[in-house]
T-cell receptor, first 110, second 115 residues
């Protein structure tokens, strides 16, 4: 089966750091993606991991451990505009479709 | 345009009507995907095209759902005899190619409401 778990909601304060976890159990693996989605808008690509380790991109970093089926997205220096849903997705090796978690809704407070 | 374009942005239909949703992918993108997103959920895969070939339609929920991409660019998702459970946001995504770190780029979606 395919199962991707992430927390439903998180809250944080402006300027702080927040870590959003994602665990997955899928029948295949060809990379893990993080997307940001504001309400009523398109998901936008944030990061990609296919090998174990940390990928850093400005205020956003993503980590992957394939042996543990685990990833996290780290957001630093939080801004109000970071309030959005964050989607973890595993790419299937056979058809390249993305299998998404339910998303984590992050609210940033002043 | 620079991004994936979907139309209409919103669609309201009565149960039993047929609807057609359009997707204009980013120019030159080989791969095209359709997803269905229910409120508060992540997108769920429906179907995948590589150029004009539909390589995977395993996510289509029933034979009322049909997708095509006849010339390898614009794609249409058609839903026949719509039901209330078809109400959702339908997202289209395209990618340059389905290798390595090429991400899928999403459109804003069509919000479909079946009355």
């Amino acid at each position: 089966g395919q199962n991707i778990d992430q927390p439903t909601e998180m809250t944080a304060t402006e300027g702080a750091i927040v870590q959003i976890n994602c665990t997955y159990q899928t029948s295949g693996f060809n990379g893990l993606f993080w997307y940001q989605q504001h309400a009523g808008e398109a998901p936008t690509f944030l990061s990609y991991n296919v090998l174990d380790g940390l990928e850093e991109k400005g205020r956003f970093s993503s980590f992957l451990s394939r042996s543990k089926g685990y990833s996290y997205l780290l957001l630093k220096e939080l801004q109000m505009k970071d309030s959005a849903s964050y989607l973890c997705a595993v790419r299937s090796p056979n058809t390249d479709k993305l299998i998404f978690g339910t998303g984590t809704r992050l609210q940033v407070f002043p | 345009g620079a991004g994936v374009s979907q139309s209409p942005r919103y669609k309201v239909a009565k149960r039993g009507q047929d609807v057609a949703l359009r997707c204009d992918p980013i120019s030159g993108h080989v791969s095209l995907f359709w997803y269905q997103q229910a409120l508060g959920q992540g997108p769920e895969f429906l179907t995948y095209f590589q150029n004009e070939a539909q390589l995977d339609k395993s996510g289509l929920p029933s034979d009322r759902f049909f997708a095509e991409r006849p010339e390898g660019s614009v794609s249409t998702l058609k839903i026949q005899r719509t039901q209330q459970e078809d109400s959702a946001v339908y997202l289209c995504a395209s990618s340059l190619e389905t290798t390595n770190n090429q991400p899928q780029h999403f459109g804003d979606g069509t919000r479909l409401s079946i009355l």
